[in-house]
Nanobody, 120 residues
Framework: VQLQASGGGLAQPGGSLRLSCAAS????????MGWYRQVPGKERESVAA???????TYADFVKGRFTASIDNGNNTVYLQMNSLKPEDTAVYYC???????????????WGKGTQVTVSS
């Protein structure tokens, strides 16, 4: 299984970016997906989590600004980020909990990360 993330870049404060992350490979089932972020010197933190059933949860610091969504047909998860703040600057990682022939009960996979910089 491979995860390909895209959509990071530079945005001004108050601006928007949309991240996407597509899973490919032999996938039996996707249980849930999520987005994390990390800045140098700090631990990786959860931003949003989404299940294929449609439930989503968000960290308090992004509620009302970020929206996670899933395209089940394309095994892709999105993160729409609005009203960006400089403190949102981080490397954003996608993660999938996926069942494969090797791990039929599921295993967690991580994307390589995409840089988001919010600056004027």
């Amino acid at each position: 299984v491979q995860l390909q993330a895209s959509g990071g870049g530079l945005a001004q404060p108050g601006g928007s970016l949309r991240l996407s992350c597509a899973a490919s490979g032999t996938i039996l089932r996707i249980y849930n997906m999520g987005w994390y972020r990390q800045v140098p010197g700090k631990e990786r933190e959860s931003v949003a989590a989404a299940t294929t059933g449609g439930g989503t949860t968000y960290a308090d610091f992004v509620k009302g600004r970020f929206t996670a969504s899933i395209d089940n047909g394309n095994n892709t998860v999105y993160l729409q980020m609005n009203s960006l703040k400089p403190e949102d600057t981080a490397v954003y990682y996608c993660t999938f909990h996926i069942a494969t022939p090797t791990y039929p009960y599921g295993s967690v996979y991580w994307g390589k990360g995409t840089q988001v910089t919010v600056s004027s």
